[in-house]
């Protein structure tokens, strides 16, 4: 059999995706395709990269630690401006959500995260609310062109989902079609939700993973809100507003229905807003709360799902990863979150809301 063009196929449009490819042939000199939307101007943003997560878990706020560093190092080389800094503000309205919430404070704070507790009733008048202070956050217009670039200069094949044939083999290797080109890759790699949902039939995806229903809204610019990121964690919404009076890119996880009403309580502004752009997506959560990496059932094809927010600042670890480069910590935790753990992966579970556990889309 002829070696294969790629070394890896990394699958996915998100900037996890993007740096990830980047890496594996920047840092370990692995020949590697990248088969996802290139970022566009004109789509609604769906996500949203963050340096910090809700997690509970002190190994996953140590590794967060050193990793955010070195990804924001990466991207200082890439462009100018692809990092802001801001304080997101958390809000938690029940018992089991401030619980976690306070948890997430103290292990925050032991790794030299500023938090500080906010007394605003109009946030939440029974609940708890929490700002972070100085967070990393990508800026999309700016972050995802640079990594684009990078991946050009780098050599990486980047191929559109929509032109391009893919099938998997249970060995965890690929044949691609582009064209009339046939080329074939040593790993893929599912790197982000919409390249799981698209390529893994149910069958073949891990039982601790979901699917739950995301509507995205931006609105016209709008009065400034509390903090530019702000978490609803019991409402399922995250509202975010990059500058002072600009628009605002709303997140909702649930039932479409129902979700702009959550949004609308969410921003409580005194006057109607207009919506400039609104659609709704299918996404993949964990039920344990944990990120999973590892093999997909019956086939070696590597998923990475469940990282949310953080994934891209987890880009350099999961590189290494794949390539078998990890350091001792970095193994411990993803080992201890491949989806082989079954029940064992328990014992790395965080915290997820009662009505989230169960969620499809």
Request: glycine residues 10%.
């Amino acid at each position: 059999m002829a070696e294969p063009a790629f070394d890896f196929a990394v699958f996915g449009s998100t900037p996890l995706a993007g740096l990830v490819a980047g890496l594996l042939a920047a840092e370990h000199h692995k020949r590697v395709c990248l088969v996802g939307e290139p970022w566009s101007p004109f789509r609604l943003p769906r996500s949203y990269d963050l340096s910090v997560a809700p997690a509970t878990r002190p190994e996953t706020w140590a590794l967060l630690n050193t990793l955010s560093v070195e990804t924001m190092k990466l991207l200082a080389t890439l462009g100018k401006g692809l990092i802001e800094r801001l304080d997101p503000l958390a809000v938690a309205e029940t018992a089991a959500s401030m619980n976690a919430l306070l948890h997430m404070r103290h292990m925050a704070a032991g790794y030299g995260y500023a938090v500080e507790r906010v007394p605003d009733a109009a946030l939440a008048s029974t609940g708890l609310v929490l700002r972070l202070r100085d967070v990393a956050m990508l800026v999309d217009g700016q972050a995802g062109p640079a990594i684009g670039g990078w991946l050009d200069r780098l050599g990486v094949r980047r191929l559109a989902p929509q032109a391009t044939g893919a099938t998997l083999r249970r060995d965890g290797t690929a044949r691609l079609t582009d064209g009339d080109t046939i080329l074939d890759a040593g790993q893929v790699v599912l790197a982000d939700d919409s390249a799981i949902l698209s390529h893994l039939d149910p069958d073949e995806r891990d039982r601790a993973l979901h699917q739950r229903r995301v509507t995205a809204v931006l609105s016209e610019p709008a009065k400034p809100l509390a903090a530019p990121l702000m978490s609803f964690i019991d409402r399922d919404v995250v509202l975010v507003q990059r500058s002072k009076g600009g628009g605002i890119l709303a997140l909702a996880g649930g039932p479409e229905d129902d979700a702009m009403a959550r949004i609308g309580a969410c921003i409580a502004s005194p006057k109607p807003l207009k919506r400039v752009g609104q659609t709704s997506f299918r996404t993949l959560v964990t039920t344990d709360g944990a990120p999973l990496v590892g093999p997909a059932k019956g086939l070696r094809a590597v998923v990475i799902a469940g990282f949310g927010a953080t994934g891209a600042f987890f880009a350099p670890a999961l590189a290494r990863h794949l390539v078998g480069a990890a350091s001792e910590t970095e193994k411990a935790y993803l080992a201890a979150r491949e989806p082989s753990r079954g029940n064992a992966r328990q014992l790395v579970a965080d915290y997820v809301r009662l009505d989230a556990r169960a969620v499809t889309a």
